[in-house]
């Protein structure tokens, strides 16, 4: 793991699944949990947009998904949030109902799981400011001045250790 410089902005995140064991019909479903805490002098907005390639656990015959909206209110404002400096942030998700009934199609029963992050991960597209700051208002085409490019420099995620499950029967 790679230490920030002095002054540079970082987020420090942990990930952590609930219960580390269940069975397909466990209720409540487990819950997934990531929290992050920015150790910076001022917020940072952040889009929790995956860009990279989807992990898909079930098969869906779902129509394609809509464009991705930037609007302030739109149906996409929940993936973005405000990082207030160390002031800890809980992104909390429970795993769907369809995930636990068709796990055999999703896990190997008995199969230990890891999820981590990869070393040097980092938000390579920020904003400075609160998400009502630098979302379009609603019914306005034009984002504000400068919202196309981030903010600066990609932030490096600090520490982040793995978690593992299992699904049992």
Not at 139 to 162: A, R
Request: net charge negative; proline share 14%.
């Amino acid at each position: 793991m790679t230490i920030p410089a002095p002054g540079s902005p970082s987020i420090s995140v942990s990930l952590a699944i609930g219960p580390p064991k269940f069975a397909r019909r466990t209720e409540p479903p487990p819950s997934l949990s990531v929290m992050g805490i920015l150790h910076a002098p001022e917020p940072r907005r952040k889009n929790l947009i995956c860009i990279g390639p989807p992990l898909q656990l079930e098969r869906t015959k779902r129509p394609k998904r809509a464009g991705f909206s930037s609007e302030l209110g739109g149906h996409d404002d929940k993936y973005y949030c405000t990082l207030e400096p160390e002031i800890p942030v809980t992104f909390a998700y429970r795993l769907m109902r369809a995930y636990a009934v068709e796990v055999e199609r999703c896990f190997t029963l008995g199969h230990t799981y890891r999820l981590e992050v990869r070393d040097n991960e980092s938000i390579r597209w920020w904003r400075y400011g609160r998400k009502e700051d630098v979302l379009v208002p609603p019914d306005q085409f034009e984002p504000p001045e400068g919202g196309e490019e981030p903010s600066g420099p990609p932030i490096k995620l600090f520490p982040v250790e793995t978690i593992e499950f299992e699904v049992i029967d």
